[in-house]
């Protein structure tokens, strides 16, 4: 298992040890995902906290009309999950699945109550973790009740400009809550400009 981003994603908040650091490392477990491969379906519970190393995820609901509503994606250096669920331990409204080949390191519910215990300042980083996750939650809730799409697309493309190329064009649309057509329109309108 290739440990080395996580722990640089770690070490951006809390300084370990060598004995932390194995101590941690020892409580991982690496998952592999295919190209439409689930991490977690609806109705399930969220058993891991996980850390992408390498590939792209999404999380995403399904509504009583079949259409996807993307919550968030999910690249290299970062977490997903439900913390909701992971927390709780009750079924999760969501889906999240694998957008390319994906690898993940995973920590169990289980094993992160043993980590804080003995290694208490992944308490602190969690929480920072957690405190990042809401702000930005709130932003995209912000930015969907009071921006335009257009204004929307803009501030997707500035803040994850890498993030677009490895995406298709529906489920950029499926992000921003407009139709493919409808950001089709956009994007020529924008090269125009």
């Not at 994603?9 to 650091?21: F, G, V, Y």
């Not at 850390?51 to 079949?66: E, P, S, V």
């Not at 079924?91 to 390319?100: M, Q």
């Not at 929480?127 to 257009?150: M, V």
Request: proline share 2%; aromatic share 12%; net charge positive.
């Amino acid at each position: 298992m290739d440990t080395e981003l996580i722990l640089q994603n770690i070490s951006r908040h809390i300084q370990l040890d060598k004995t932390e650091e194995d101590y941690f490392v020892s409580l991982l477990q690496t998952k592999y995902l295919k190209r439409k491969d689930f991490l977690l379906k609806q109705g399930n519970i969220c058993r891991t906290e996980n850390f992408i190393t390498k590939g792209c995820l999404r999380t995403y609901t399904i509504d009583d009309n079949d259409f996807e509503h993307i919550v968030m994606f999910g690249t290299e250096d970062w977490w997903v999950g439900d913390l909701f669920s992971f927390i709780t331990q009750s079924p999760t409204d969501f889906f999240i699945d694998a957008l390319e080949d994906t690898e993940i390191i995973q920590i169990s519910k289980a094993n992160l109550d043993r980590l804080f215990d003995r290694v208490p300042k992944f308490e602190r980083f969690f929480r920072l973790i957690l405190q990042n996750a809401f702000i930005a939650q709130q932003n995209r809730i912000n930015q969907n009740l009071s921006c335009t799409a257009e204004q929307r697309y803009l501030g997707f493309i500035k803040k994850y400009p890498q993030l677009e190329q490895r995406l298709s064009q529906k489920q950029v649309s499926a992000y921003l809550g407009i139709t493919p057509v409808f950001l089709s329109m956009l994007r020529r309108k924008l090269s125009r400009k």
